[in-house]
T-cell receptor, first 115, second 116 residues
Framework: EPEVTQTPSHQVTQMGQEVILRCVPI?????FYWYRQILGQKVEFLVS????????KSEIFDDQFSVERPDGSNFTLKIRSTKLEDSAMYFC?????????????FGPGTRLLVL | AQKITQTQPGMFVQEKEAVTLDCTYD???????LFWYKQPSSGEMIFLIYQGSYDQQNATEGRYSLNFQKARKSANLVISASQLGDSAMYFC?????????????FGTGTRLTVIP
């Protein structure tokens, strides 16, 4: 069964450093999402991406964040200058079409720890 | 206002018994989808079941069923014949069609513990 993959599974970084989180979506999916989950809290939407551009973003997704699909397969989330409060689990999710009927399939997540 | 409300931070159930996890939602969009995800201690998000706002029947997937009461805006998850492996966090989520936002809104989750 096709699945979403994410790398790395864990990342530890120093405050102020840049991190890039990578996701490989399910191959025929067109809509991509990043979510984050701070430890013990609910999952929060960051950004959605379709047709090589951002379609929606939340207030969390400020200028320190960026997304791109550099090579037609990977979908990346970059945090330019990490802060302590960026420590969280980051999930990539993908779906075939952007309707409410479509299930979003989540990757296993990247656990980011900012020291 | 919260779009998804899960009022049970924790639930316990005896193995082999059924359990209901509550979820209420708030939307003015007539077209929306409701989802339940399971998050075991390893952290991944596992899709369980989906209910569309226009679906006439309650959704079922194996031991999971969704008690959809549209007028009450509730979408409770029922797990029948609980197993030890069902111990996890369970999140209710919603997507809306017509507002233009196609992301999921999640509740705060319910931690289910299955007792042997």
């Amino acid at each position: 069964e096709p699945e979403v993959t994410q790398t790395p599974s864990h990342q530890v970084t120093q405050m102020g450093q840049e991190v890039i989180l990578r996701c490989v979506p399910i191959s025929n999916h067109l809509y991509f999402y990043w979510y984050r989950q701070i430890l013990g809290q609910k999952v929060e939407f960051l950004v959605s991406f379709y047709n090589n551009e951002i379609s929606e973003k939340s207030e969390i997704f400020d200028d320190q964040f960026s997304v791109e699909r550099p090579d037609g397969s990977n979908f990346t989330l970059k945090i330019r200058s990490t802060k302590l409060e960026d420590s969280a689990m980051y999930f990539c999710a993908t779906t075939g079409r952007g309707t409410s009927r479509e299930t979003q399939y989540f990757g296993p997540g990247t656990r980011l720890l900012v020291l | 206002a919260q779009k998804i409300t899960q009022t049970q931070p924790g639930m316990f159930v005896q193995e082999k018994e059924a359990v209901t996890l509550d979820c209420t939602y708030d939307t003015s969009d007539p077209s929306y989808g409701l989802f339940w995800y399971k998050q075991p201690s390893s952290g991944e998000m596992i899709f369980l079941i989906y209910q569309g706002s226009y679906d006439q029947q309650n959704a079922t997937e194996g031991r999971y069923s969704l008690n959809f009461q549209k007028a009450r805006k509730s979408a409770n998850l029922v797990i029948s014949a609980s197993q030890l492996g069902d111990s996890a966090m369970y999140f209710c989520a919603m997507r809306e069609d017509q507002t233009g936002a196609n992301n999921l809104f999640f509740g705060t989750g319910t931690r289910l513990t299955v007792i042997p």
